[in-house]
């Protein structure tokens, strides 16, 4: 097993909760139990010695390895190939379909021979609470049980453990067509402990996973030309999105470089507004109605939630059930990805100063409409009362879109997004008949206009650029003919896209700004980003230059990994870096493929 597997070197599973990692070894490397953002319980990924893990995989290491998911689902297939025979190993988690938080999640595993004899071996070793709580072993006859302070954690399986100090490992040796499996179940020091099963049992519960992500699929509008790539990421984002209140992460995981070695280490287990408010219009237009709904219904209890404050009235960032409180500390004990340390749990970039998110904001609560979300009277109040406080708030230095820790400047990209929110506020007043001070919003979306146009413009660059004191290109400004601040074939706005495509394009690939040019506080380099790649696409495609947006959409598909799933960067060799899987990244994917789809089609038609 290598200590480090590269990143994009596994698939996801989930279950609308939670997540796990699978690397295409038959390892089980991160899971945090019982929600996205609560602490590990296997995370080798961050420490390979002191992190945790659950193998169930054949000892032969001159087996070929091949990982894919069932079609159309989220039940992983990890394929080992040798001389003496193939076998299978089928991970999933039971997706909940109540929608209410639970403490009880299980990884279930069964593993077969497709053909010949394989012996497969099973390690199981949890280490809770990041590896910082120890834990006593209970190995009984049909079950071994994993005691921590905060956490009990049951391992059953259709053949005999056995103890390996507090871990258990056990060993299944399978003819053709046979099958064995495991389950490892988490939850609450009291919890009860599962009823036992068959392998019988077993593998019909995984197959009836397969079934409802076939069924929720279903649910899918898209018949475009990329309808593989497409589904894909619309099961990544729903296993991104917790159910009990529709709030997606920004990714599954935390600590995961964007430079090997270097400090540019993130929890991404939360959900930030932003990245949540554009999926409302990518769930609309793949027909995912009700997962639109929820996550517009969330974000508009975020807003009430400080309708009165006298401060900001928006978060950048929220844990998954609304709270506020993400504290960050570093976990010293982890020596980090490939001894990319330092390790952060949480996110200090809760308390930044980010005025774009209530551009989105309103951004999807106006596409929220589409879907009967509508904002009541009370709401309605909280909501302008927001619009009446960012009038006075919207002309100031903010840390920006990126979460540079460089100190603030006035962004121009934070401009546009509150340009978008009084626009779409005025919209929705007028079209709503709702009670609101029209002629400030008027005032303040006009003074934004020409703030940008006149300080937001590089004369060296002919361009808008990233902030008002330099001649920086910032690949978010991709998003202004989305939003629709600049026409998208406008002179000023094609001017803004050569500028982009000469100082960030890299062979179609999208550098989110120069780190060099443009210093963000933080010691090393970065990639592409994934995100900026697919939005340039959506930016090509609405300025009717399809040649190259195709080219750039379907020659980023080549470094999705081997199932279809993007990290958050490409790195200057190709390799995925940052967290993973990245929802902005499927996001975007999707708004690319639906924009090139519609363009393309129109013309055909002429």
């Known amino acids: 097993m290598d200590r480090y597997p590269p990143i994009a070197d596994h698939g996801l599973i989930g279950d609308l909760q939670t997540a796990a990692l699978v690397s295409a070894q038959g ?3 991160w899971f945090p139990a019982p929600r996205f953002d609560s602490p590990s319980v296997f995370a080798a990924l961050l420490d390979h010695d002191r992190g945790g893990y659950f193998r169930f995989a054949p000892d032969d290491t001159d087996s070929v390895c091949r990982q894919l998911y069932y079609p159309d689902t989220a039940v992983l ?16 988690m039971p997706p909940d379909q109540v929608l209410t938080p639970t403490d009880r999640h299980a990884l ?9 004899t394989v012996r497969f071996t099973l390690e199981c070793r949890p280490r809770f609470d990041y590896a910082r709580a120890t834990h006593e072993l209970e190995l009984g006859p049909e079950v071994a049980v994993f005691r921590a302070p905060a956490q009990t954690g049951y391992l059953q399986a259709t053949f005999p453990l056995e103890r390996d100090g507090v871990d258990v490992r056990g060993e299944v040796t ?6 064995a499996g495991a389950v490892f179940t988490v939850c609450e020091p009291d919890g009860e402990q599962p009823a036992p099963f068959s392998v019988e049992q077993l593998t019909t519960r995984v197959f009836a996973v397969g079934d409802f992500w076939q069924n929720w699929l279903r649910g899918s509008r898209y018949n475009g030309r990329w309808s593989e790539m497409v589904n894909r990421s619309a099961i990544t984002l729903k296993l991104l999105t917790y159910g009990p209140t529709g709030a997606p992460v920004a990714a599954a995981t935390m600590g995961l470089p964007e430079q090997i070695g270097g400090e540019r280490n993130w929890d991404y287990r939360y959900s930030w507004v932003r990245d949540g408010a554009l999926s409302v219009r990518a769930l609309l237009d793949l027909g995912f109605v009700d997962e639109a709904a929820s996550f517009t219904r969330w974000l508009g209890d975020r807003m009430h939630d400080r309708a009165d404050s006298p401060g900001e009235r928006l978060q950048i960032m929220y844990r998954v059930d609304g709270d506020p409180d993400i504290p960050e500390v570093i976990l010293e004990h982890l020596e980090g990805y490939r001894g990319s340390s330092p390790v952060r749990a949480g996110n200090a970039a809760m308390d930044q100063l980010q005025l774009d998110i209530y551009g989105e904001a309103l951004y999807a609560l106006a596409e929220g409409q589409e879907v009967g979300v509508h904002a009541g009277y009370h709401a309605w109040k909280g909501l302008a009362s927001t619009l009446d406080w960012l009038a006075d708030s919207w002309d100031r230095p903010d840390e920006g879109i990126w979460e540079t820790r460089g100190g603030r400047q006035n962004f121009t990209y934070s401009r546009v997004m509150c340009w978008v929110a009084f626009d779409r506020g005025l919209r929705l007043a007028q079209e709503y008949s709702r009670p609101a001070d029209l002629a400030r919003w008027t005032a303040a979306r006009d003074a934004i206009l020409e703030q940008v146009m006149d300080r937001g413009w590089s004369e060296k660059e002919q361009a808008l650029v990233q902030h008002y004191d330099g001649d920086v290109m910032d690949a978010s400004l991709l998003l202004i003919p989305r939003v629709r601040f600049l026409a998208a074939k406008s002179p000023g706005w094609l001017s803004t896209l050569d500028a982009v495509d000469r100082r960030l394009v890299s062979d179609s690939l999208v550098y989110r700004y120069d780190p060099k040019a443009s210093p963000d506080g933080l010691r090393g380099s970065e990639g592409t980003f994934s995100l900026c790649t697919f939005l340039y696409v959506d930016a090509l495609a609405r300025a009717g230059r399809l040649p190259l947006a195709r080219y750039a959409f379907e020659k980023m598909h080549t470094y999705a990994n081997h199932v279809g799933l993007f990290a958050e960067e490409i790195g200057p060799s190709g390799e995925q870096l940052g ?12 708004m690319a493929a639906t924009t090139l ?3 393309l089609n129109r013309e055909q038609r002429r």
């Open 27 to 29: 390892v089980i490397n």
């Open 108 to 116: 279930l595993r069964v593993v077969r021979s497709v053909r010949g």
């Open 597 to 599: 789809d519609d363009a």
């Open 174 to 179: 399978l003819n053709a067509g046979e099958s």
């Open 579 to 590: 967290n993973f899987p990245q929802a902005f990244t499927h996001l975007s994917l999707v």
């Open 77 to 92: 297939v990890t394929r080992f190939m040798s001389p003496d025979g193939v076998g299978e190993v089928l991970d999933c």
